[in-house]
């Protein structure tokens, strides 16, 4: 029997890494006692570090879970969100969205207050009572800058809610915010915040696109709707100019945006030829809309009316009636018949000038633009113009076209320009002023509409 215990004792020794030396039979007992307490303890040992090791992978693996869970709801929301169709239907996304929230973080109500470039949203989900005086003091606050986040157990301004709020803002815009009210089982945590952080930065994203893709589809709408008006502007002006054996008239309007208020009409009238040069206060649309009413009136005016001075001032009471305060119309009228003689009347408008081999002289304006004075009694100049002369109109486009330094193209350097036309065609004359101004003024912004009308008398 000592012989089987001292084998036993040598074994258990041999695993504990004691030696067993000069051991009598009566030592081998206590020594047997001492080793299993070793390995007694050692057991003891591994089995607290394999429940620690045990409770950090179930930690983990907690976290792990809770991460894919993340991970999950925020793809769902990135692919209702990233179904793009115009209109946005943003609403019914944020339902879903709120629908995939649930599941992650389940809570009794949802407030949802958003302005975006769709439609105003105020949706609630729950207790409405409680969710309105949420809603109440929420909005008192005015924009939600940072996370609210509430719990039970304190006292606030809410009173004892558990009560988690985030915008929902991008750089450039604040769209609203989301408030989950009373989560069902527990408090809202740390991570919950987080979750909704991420998608209220989504929808907020989503927001900014949306609004883009507005702006962008209005923008070409704009572009599609100022086209037309220009190509409408254009066919207003005349197709082809009239001319006789003696006299020729050329003329161009360039606007400084799509559509502009320049206007000029040539048309036979009262045994001549009636040449027409105005200038619309203001610019774009509303401009031309001016512009295409004063053309239309004048047409229709001058078929019954043969005296300029007499069509010039029954246009005017027209357009005192029609035209705002704040509107008006420069116009020359300029009748010249195949004899030479040049009939002239000047509303408010730049001074006409006649060229006549480098010698240039000017007819000033004496009359107060259309449409401010009803009655007025317009003058009417005549001037005999010699053969071989161009008369030459325009807007204030021309003198006042800047260079990239700010300088005025000018009075001066148009008569200096008149001075050397050195040709006896009408359209050449008008594009050798035309590409003077846009020559003086190239890379620089155009701030008017530009028209030349150059009627050549020879």
């Known amino acids: 029997m000592p012989e089987e215990l001292r084998r036993l004792l040598e074994r258990v020794c041999s695993i504990v890494g004691r030696e067993v030396k000069d051991v009598s039979d009566d030592e081998i007992i206590p020594k047997l006692e001492e080793c299993l307490q070793i390995i007694e303890k050692e057991i003891k040992e591994y089995s607290e570090q394999l429940e620690e090791y045990s409770m950090m992978m179930e930690a983990h693996l907690e976290e792990l879970t809770r991460t894919y869970e993340e991970l999950a709801t925020l793809f769902e929301v990135n692919k209702i969100l990233g179904e793009f169709e115009f209109p946005y239907k943003t609403l019914e996304r944020v339902k879903q969205i709120l629908g995939v929230l649930r599941n992650a973080i389940p809570f009794e109500g949802v407030i949802v207050k958003l302005d975006t470039p769709d439609e105003k949203i105020d949706y609630m989900d729950g207790d409405t009572e409680i969710l309105r005086s949420v809603v109440e003091k929420l909005d008192a606050k005015g924009k939600i800058e940072s996370v ?146 004063a053309r239309s009136a004048l047409r229709s005016m001058s078929k019954t009316i043969k005296d300029l001075r007499t069509l010039i001032y029954e246009l005017n009471n ?14 020359v009228a300029m009748l010249i018949d195949d004899s030479g ?60 076209a800047r260079n990239t330094e700010g300088e005025e193209f000018g009075f001066e350097r148009l008569e200096e320009v008149l001075r050397n036309l050195n040709t006896d065609d009408a359209e050449k004359a008008m594009l050798k002023i035309k590409d003077a101004v846009f020559e003086f003024s190239r890379g620089a912004p155009q701030h008017d509409d530009t028209t030349i009308m150059v009627i050549r008398y020879s």
């Open 148 to 293: 609210i986040l509430v719990d039970s157990l304190k006292e606030s301004e809410f009173g004892k809610m558990n009560l988690l709020v985030v915008p929902v803002k991008s750089p450039s815009s604040y769209w609203g915010y989301i408030a989950l009210v009373e989560k069902k089982e527990g408090i809202f945590t740390a991570a919950d915040r987080k979750m909704i952080e991420s998608v209220s930065q989504q929808i907020a994203s989503a927001l900014e696109r949306v609004a883009f893709m507005r702006d962008e589809i209005e923008r070409q709408r704009m572009k599609e709707q100022l086209e037309i008006a220009k190509n409408i502007q254009m066919r207003l002006f005349p197709k082809k100019l009239p001319r006789t054996e003696r006299i020729v008239v050329s003329a161009s309007s360039t606007p400084a945006i799509h559509v502009g208020g320049d206007y000029y009409d040539s048309f036979p009238y009262a045994g001549g030829i009636l040449a027409v040069v105005a200038d619309v206060s203001g610019k774009g649309v509303p401009a031309a809309l001016l512009m295409s009413s």
């Open 341 to 400: 003689k040049l009939t002239l009347v000047n509303a408010g408008h730049d001074p006409v000038y006649i060229v006549n081999n480098g010698e240039i002289s000017s007819v000033e304006a004496d009359g107060v633009p259309l449409g401010i004075l009803p009655d007025f009694d317009y003058e009417d100049k005549v001037v005999d113009v010699p053969p071989g002369s161009f008369v030459v109109a325009y807007t204030d486009g021309v003198p006042e």
């Open 318 to 331: 027209m357009l005192c009636e029609d035209l705002s305060e704040d509107r008006f119309i420069t116009m």
